[in-house]
């Protein structure tokens, strides 16, 4: 006999960053430029590095991706989280909450996908130079982006597909921005054993495989640059890893920094801090790495405002 409380839900409410009238103002004032400068930024990467040939390199060609990513990264969750702050509405349908859990969790993998990518880039780039543009063919380049969109796409469909079955409470209230897989799990009243199986078994080969990838190649990278003889030589291999380091840092930095923890009263604010880093920060901040410390893109970037202006005149 199934429980009283338990019943079909059509929608959750998203209690969000916070929960007093005072701040939604505030919060709505803070994540609009922030989206804002997101879309702008990193679509005037992909635009700068699509139309500048001088750009058309697996390195590019995975910065345009990346900023991609980052723009549906940041679109999954901020306008539905704006939309709430504006209208003082919490609801979200169910088939939406499942939709955005979906997009959440494919886009913020295929960042760890895409930036291992790049590690392997850098250090064929480094550490074989005379083989790199033969080994790192267009073919090459496509097959690495495609199979890392179809195994994140794989683990979102499962996740998805999983938490779809599931029976959930009367009490539908999500004390989070947007739909994640934890907090949804703690609304149901069905066994979510399979569903914590899984996603600890992703979360090993989804967290592991990338970040292992990474180090790999960066460990082979640094061993390379040491035996270049001159100072210059070494400070201009490491130059062209600078961008992708920051990003990695600023990532991997963040999940440590608040998943390494013991679970205490204030994981749930924890997490909080770690999606908007995530999925609204540091999307942010792409375009202002790449482009700052980055000659190519600067003058790519600037061709591009110099045709925008011509165009005008």
């Known amino acids: 006999m199934e429980p009283e409380n338990q019943t079909a839900v059509s929608k959750f409410l998203l209690l969000g960053l916070s929960e007093k009238p005072e701040h939604q103002i505030f919060l709505f004032g803070l994540f609009l430029p922030m989206y804002l400068v997101t879309i702008f930024g990193n679509l005037l990467?992909?635009?700068?590095?699509?139309?500048?040939?001088?750009?058309h390199?697996?390195?590019?060609?995975?910065?345009?991706?990346?900023?991609?990513?980052?723009i549906f990264f940041s679109s999954t969750t901020v306008p539905k989280m704006l939309v709430n702050?504006?209208?003082?509405s919490k609801a979200i349908p169910f088939a939406g909450c499942l939709a955005q859990m979906y997009a959440f969790h494919l886009f913020g993998t295929m960042d760890s996908f895409l930036l291992a990518v790049?590690?392997?880039?850098?250090?064929?780039?480094?550490?074989?130079?005379?083989?790199?543009?033969?080994i790192m063919s267009p073919r090459v380049c496509g097959l690495l982006v495609v199979g890392s969109w179809l195994i994140t796409n794989l683990q979102s469909i499962v996740h998805t597909s999983l938490m779809a079955q599931l029976t959930f409470c009367a009490a539908s209230e999500i004390p989070h921005f947007f739909c994640d897989l934890m907090p949804l799990l703690k609304l149901s009243c069905s066994d979510t054993h399979t569903n914590e199986l899984v996603i600890f078994a992703f979360g090993i080969i989804m967290g592991i495989s990338p970040l292992t990838c990474i180090?790999?190649?960066?460990i082979c990278i640094f061993c390379a640059v040491f035996k270049i003889p001159?100072?210059?030589?070494k400070w201009k291999a490491f130059s062209t890893c600078g961008s992708h380091l920051t990003m990695v840092t600023l990532f991997y930095g963040t999940i440590f920094a608040v998943y390494l923890q013991p679970a205490s009263p204030t994981s749930l604010k924890k997490d909080k801090v770690a999606a908007l880093m995530c999925g609204?920060?540091?999307?942010?901040?792409?375009?202002?790495?790449y482009s700052l410390r980055n000659k190519n893109m600067k003058a790519a970037l600037r061709k591009l405002f110099s045709k925008a202006a011509t165009s005008q005149s």
């Open 45 to 55: 990467i992909i635009l700068a590095i699509i139309t500048d040939s001088h750009l």
């Open 57 to 70: 390199t697996p390195m590019y060609f995975f910065l345009c991706n990346l900023s991609l990513v980052d």
């Open 85 to 88: 702050l504006w209208t003082q």
């Open 118 to 134: 790049m590690a392997i880039d850098r250090f064929m780039a480094i550490v074989h130079p005379l083989h790199y543009l033969a």
């Open 215 to 218: 180090l790999l190649s960066y």
């Open 230 to 233: 001159s100072a210059q030589g």
């Open 280 to 289: 609204v920060v540091i999307p942010m901040l792409n375009p202002f790495i």
